[in-house]
């Protein structure tokens, strides 16, 4: 397939590349998640993740930024995604680096990340920063978000299974009174939400999450493929988004460097899903959230 969208990769400034471990002093879930020494983590120039998407038929990578703890951090992320959004416009979408803890720090990172043509918020991380569903500055970024139109990525985590680095422990249930309190945000849950597709399954529960999607970044490390066709079941074909979270290694036994083709061949092979549903997941439900989003789709 060509053209297809993948919604969740993550785009490392070159200097936190070549100096990762004074990156991961410097922020201890970044050491943590990141440790050179035992980490799946990959890192990509823009042009080398162009070459790779290109012989895998992806059209645009859309960058999520990171959960930083420290907003200067946040800030410098942002900066390098700005780059590259402005030197590849057709290849490139970004998501702000935020930590909802800052406040209006946060808010103000935001509206400039708007300005500057991001499409998104996210991913953000509740248990990697600290703060839950509920917290005020979190709920500021959500208000900022709505009004910016902006999409937002949050990191789920499953609340059942082994515990792993970067397993969220946030309690589903506060998706569902996120969705409530802002039904008009487009809220992408990442990780195929941790499990929440099932409760859709309950009428009053799918109505409120009518513009809640799922993505299925790293969904290789958890799941088998066979949960392409499952969830599109449970939810539909309309409210999944592919997404990889290259340049992850998501098959570590198989797979020596990042790239796109394994996890496309393994949906192919695997995933169960028709021409119809794959057209959806794979491009057009990507593409229509991207077009209605952020300064662009505001100012029109
Ligand atoms: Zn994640």
């Known amino acids: ?16 590349i ?5 990156y991961c002093r410097l922020d201890p879930y970044f050491g943590l998640l990141c440790n050179p020494k035992s ?24 960058m999520q930024g990171w959960y930083w703890l420290d907003h200067g951090l946040c800030r410098h992320h942002n900066d390098y995604m700005m780059e590259i959004i402005k030197k590849y416009p057709d ?19 935001i509206e400039r990340c708007y300005l500057n043509g991001f499409i998104g918020i996210g991913e953000m991380g509740p248990g990697g920063q600290g703060w839950e569903l509920n917290h005020h500055g979190f709920r500021l970024a959500m208000e900022t978000a709505d009004a910016c139109k902006m999409l937002v990525n949050i990191h789920v985590g499953e609340p059942v ?10 309690p589903l249930d506060g998706f569902y009174e996120l969705a409530k309190e802002f039904p008009n945000l487009k809220l992408i849950l990442a990780h195929w939400g941790g499990g929440l597709p099932y409760f859709e399954l309950w009428p009053d529960i799918k109505k409120v999450m009518k513009n809640v999607y799922y993505d299925t970044a790293a969904s290789p490390l958890l799941y088998g ?13 309309e409210k999944i988004l592919f ?12 797979q020596k460097e990042a790239g796109f083709t394994m996890f496309l061949e393994d949906i192919k092979a695997t995933g169960e899903l028709s021409p119809e549903e794959e057209q959806l997941i794979m491009r057009n439900n990507s593409l229509k959230l991207i077009a209605q989003a952020g300064f662009r789709a505001t100012v029109d």
């Open 225 to 237: 493929g066979r949960i392409f066709s499952c969830v599109t079941r449970l939810v539909g074909p």
């Open 91 to 109: 290849r490139f979408e970004a998501f702000a680096s935020i930590n909802p803890k800052t406040g209006w720090q946060a808010v103000w990172e």
């Open 161 to 170: 299974g082994r515990i792993y680095p970067g397993k969220d422990p946030t």
């Open 18 to 22: 070549n100096n990762q471990e004074k």
């Open 243 to 254: 997404g990889s979270d290259f340049p992850l290694l998501i098959y570590p036994g198989r």
């Open 39 to 62: 980490t799946l983590q990959r890192y990509a120039t823009a042009e080398e993740a162009i070459a790779l998407a290109d012989e895998a038929g992806i059209e645009k990578i859309v």
């Open 1 to 16: 397939m060509r053209g297809i969208i993948d919604i969740h990769t993550h785009m490392f400034p070159p200097d936190v």
